[in-house]
């Protein structure tokens, strides 16, 4: 069994507000969410309305995979219209 775990940061420039904020992070997560068989979620810099980073997990039995996949949801943050990626990293446990 392989776990990958993907760490996302990003901007959010255009957020004035932390309900501008959380409208961007739903339309990711729940991008995200839908296209992958992951799970996501917000677990740092709450309370700053310009930043935003989301952990996401996945599980398979082959590294390979995981290991794309993931990076492919790195592709599709950075392509995101309103979120600027700013930094992310990838384990395996």
Same mark, same amino acid.
């Given at each position: 069994?392989?776990?990958g775990?993907? %760490?996302?940061? &990003? @901007?959010? &420039?255009?957020?004035?507000?932390?309900?501008?904020? #959380? %409208?961007?992070?739903?339309?990711?997560? +729940?991008?995200? /969410?839908?296209?992958?068989?992951?799970?996501?979620?917000?677990? +740092?810099?709450?309370? %700053?309305?310009?930043?935003?980073?989301?952990?996401? @997990?996945?599980? /398979?039995?082959? @590294?390979r &995979?995981?290991?794309?996949?993931?990076? #492919?949801?790195? +592709?599709?943050? %950075?392509?995101?219209?309103?979120?600027?990626?700013?930094?992310? +990293?990838?384990?395996?446990?």
């Amino acid at each position: 069994m392989v776990i990958g775990v993907l %760490r996302v940061r &990003f @901007a959010i &420039f255009e957020a004035l507000s932390l309900k501008d904020k #959380r %409208r961007v992070v739903r339309s990711i997560r +729940d991008r995200l /969410s839908n296209r992958h068989n992951i799970s996501v979620a917000e677990v +740092d810099d709450l309370d %700053r309305h310009q930043a935003a980073t989301l952990g996401i @997990a996945m599980v /398979s039995n082959d @590294a390979r &995979f995981v290991e794309s996949a993931l990076s #492919r949801i790195v +592709d599709e943050v %950075r392509r995101h219209p309103t979120a600027s990626l700013l930094d992310y +990293d990838i384990e395996f446990l």
